[in-house]
Nanobody, 123 residues
Framework: VQLQASGGGLVQAGDSLRLSCAAS????????MGWFRQAAGKERVFVAA????????TYADSVRGRFTISRDNAKNTVYLQMDNLEPEDTAVYYC?????????????????WGQGTQVTVSS
């Protein structure tokens, strides 16, 4: 499956952004989806994940209550709504596809990755 992330940008602290990740090539609903992020000089880390139908979601502690992951299987797209952004959220955000839904939080469980979209939050 091919993944194309978009929606990043430069915003101020407290603002909102919605990232999108469009999938193509295979049946989108066969994959659980996740978002990860990588800040400059740091490792890539888990942000959020959603199950195949969207009935289950999970978040990193650092974003829980501020970020919301959702998906529209008819549009082959997964979203990450980011509210009340903080400078610490500055990173490149990646979407990824996980066919078997095991180990939501582990990068190696995701078979396909998008190219990343930059989010920069100024204070």
């Amino acid at each position: 499956v091919q993944l194309q992330a978009s929606g990043g940008g430069l915003v101020q602290a407290g603002d909102s952004l919605r990232l999108s990740c469009a999938a193509s090539g295979r049946t989108f609903s066969d994959y659980a989806m996740g978002w990860f992020r990588q800040a400059a000089g740091k490792e890539r880390v888990f942000v959020a994940a959603i199950s195949w139908s969207g009935g289950y979601t999970t978040y990193a502690d650092s974003v829980r209550g501020r970020f919301t992951i959702s998906r529209d299987n008819a549009k082959n797209t997964v979203y990450l709504q980011m509210d009340n952004l903080e400078p610490e959220d500055t990173a490149v955000y990646y979407c990824a596809a996980n066919q078997y839904g095991n180990s939501w939080y582990t990068q190696s469980a995701y078979e396909y990755w998008g190219q990343g979209t930059q989010v920069t939050v100024s204070s």
